[in-house]
């Protein structure tokens, strides 16, 4: 099939990638001409396993373009797809300009019939707007030409999201349109989940399973966070907790680790929307406003652990950070508790060294300036004379620590793991203090 993606950000590149790899002929439109220019030579802006690699075959095989002419775009296409951003206006609102612009364009521009498909997180009732701004559209034209909308959620996790692509666990589609049902089906044709099916639904059930099913993870981990504060003080461990809760099919394994905090681009932002879209309705979603309280008490709590090591008094004491990205395989900092902490730490006076295997091979991501705060590109230095490690993300290599070099290089041997990814009991055999997430007791502070 020939392709249109809108938007060449995280989900717009994997999906473009993925499809041409597919062999499906893929034109990547945006209206960032720069972006676009880097791409055309093969220079991906942002880091995923493996998706530099498929651009570049895509590029090769000439099954993959990029353009930043939106006549190019919409001049002879079976399928367009949407990917541009819906941020958060601030207040949990999702800003719809650009998918709002998307219509427009097409509307505009547009001269046969042909489906569109939402993937971009949009709220409720997004899909039929945009429907009625393109049949407006047209019909200021004059033409008579159909563009049905269609929503089409993804469920991509950053750093796995090559692979999920080609084994999703499920496909949904949300419209009632027998043309866009055939045009999915065959566009997903060798990606279909092992159900072999399209789950078809209205669009707004469609655009609530996205928000429902982030929303639903957030409060998992939670969950998870809330009780791994209490196993900490009455002597339980969370990680036999969640051992003994994943076997049962009605809770299932996955999302029960207990940590410093969930961040990313995707569970904030999508908890704080349907918050927002719900007390539009009137209605008040207690239980989310619970799981994002939770979410950022629990970004605290390490530092919290640090302040009262430290009765409070962090002037003369330097704090080393391993891992600033929300989690492992990405260089995506947004939301991420490592930031929180930071934060704190340069508040009370703290010195502050970070390192990650990926943000520290790119200092224009960490756009942090503070004269006290400093990126290092070795995560023994930046431990130098440190009165205390935190680590805020299980990036494997932090799992093979190598206590000896870091009890060498630190003032005070102290490590608070926020991930729960070393031994307590090595940890305390190479005299170090640790503290964790719900896994060794703590005295009641
Ligand atoms: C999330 C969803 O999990 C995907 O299903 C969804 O497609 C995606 O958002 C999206 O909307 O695009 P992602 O943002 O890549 O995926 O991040 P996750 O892997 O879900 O992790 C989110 C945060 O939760 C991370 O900070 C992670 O460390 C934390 N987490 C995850 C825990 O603290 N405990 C867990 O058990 C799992």
New binding site residues.
């Given amino acids: 099939m020939k392709v249109t993606i809108f938007g060449t950000g995280y989900v717009g590149l994997v999906t473009a990638g993925c499809l041409a790899h597919k062999n499906h002929e893929v034109l990547c439109y945006d209206t960032d001409n720069d972006r676009i220019k880097k791409l055309d030579n093969g220079l991906v802006p942002i880091f995923e396993p493996g998706l530099d690699n498929i651009i570049a075959e895509g590029i090769g095989s000439g099954k993959l373009l990029f353009t930043s002419s939106p006549q190019e775009a919409l001049r002879s296409l079976d399928i367009i797809i949407l990917c541009v951003g819906t941020p958060d206006k601030g207040s949990g609102e999702t800003s719809l300009i650009a998918i709002e612009s998307c219509a427009k364009t097409i509307s505009d521009i547009s001269s046969q019939s042909v489906p569109v498909l939402i993937k971009s997180?949009v709220p409720v009732g997004t899909s039929v707007k945009i429907q009625y701004l393109i049949n407006k559209g047209l019909k200021e034209r004059k033409l008579d030409i159909k563009i049905p909308v269609a929503s089409n959620p993804?469920?991509?996790?950053?750093?796995v999201a090559i692979s999920e692509f080609y084994n999703p666990d499920r496909i949904i589609l949300g419209t009632k349109d027998q043309e866009v049902i055939k045009a999915t089906i065959k566009l997903y044709e060798g990606l279909m989940p092992e159900s072999q099916e399209i789950l078809v639904m209205s669009p707004e059930s469609s655009e609530l399973t996205k928000y429902a099913?982030?929303s639903f993870?957030a409060t998992k981990?939670s969950y998870m966070n809330q009780l791994s504060q209490f196993c900490s003080l009455v002597g339980a461990n969370i990680d036999d907790v969640r051992k003994g809760m994943g076997p049962d099919p009605d809770i299932a394994p996955?999302?029960?680790?207990a940590?410093c905090g969930?961040?990313?681009?995707?569970?904030p932002k999508?908890i704080n929307s349907l918050i927002y879209q719900a007390g539009e309705k009137g209605r008040d979603l207690s239980i989310l406003k619970a799981v994002r309280e939770v979410n950022e008490n629990q970004k605290k709590y390490l530092f919290s652990i640090a302040a009262s090591l430290f009765s409070n008094e962090f002037k003369d004491k330097k704090v080393a950070i391993w891992g600033l990205s929300?989690?492992p395989e990405t260089d995506d900092m947004r939301g991420a508790p490592s930031l929180t902490i930071i934060k704190k730490l340069l508040d009370s006076g703290a010195k502050v060294e970070c390192y990650d295997p990926v943000v520290s091979q790119d200092r224009e991501k960490f756009n942090i300036q503070n004269e006290s705060l400093r990126l290092g590109t070795d995560p023994y230095e930046v431990v130098r004379d440190a009165d205390c490690l935190i680590i805020c993300t299980e990036w494997n290599e932090f799992k093979n620590i190598n206590y000896k070099k870091l009890g060498s290089l630190m003032n005070r041997k102290t490590i608070l793991d926020g991930r729960n990814i070393l031994f307590p009991k090595e940890a305390a055999l190479n005299n170090f203090e640790y503290f964790d997430i719900g896994r060794t007791s703590i005295n009641q502070r």
Avoid at 154 to 159: A, I, V
Avoid at 254 to 257: A, D, P, R
Avoid at 262 to 267: E, I, V
Wanted: glycine share 20%.
């Fill in positions: 997180t993804e469920f991509l996790h950053e750093g099913s982030n993870l981990i996955g999302y029960l680790y940590g969930f961040g990313g681009s995707c569970l999508d929300f989690k």
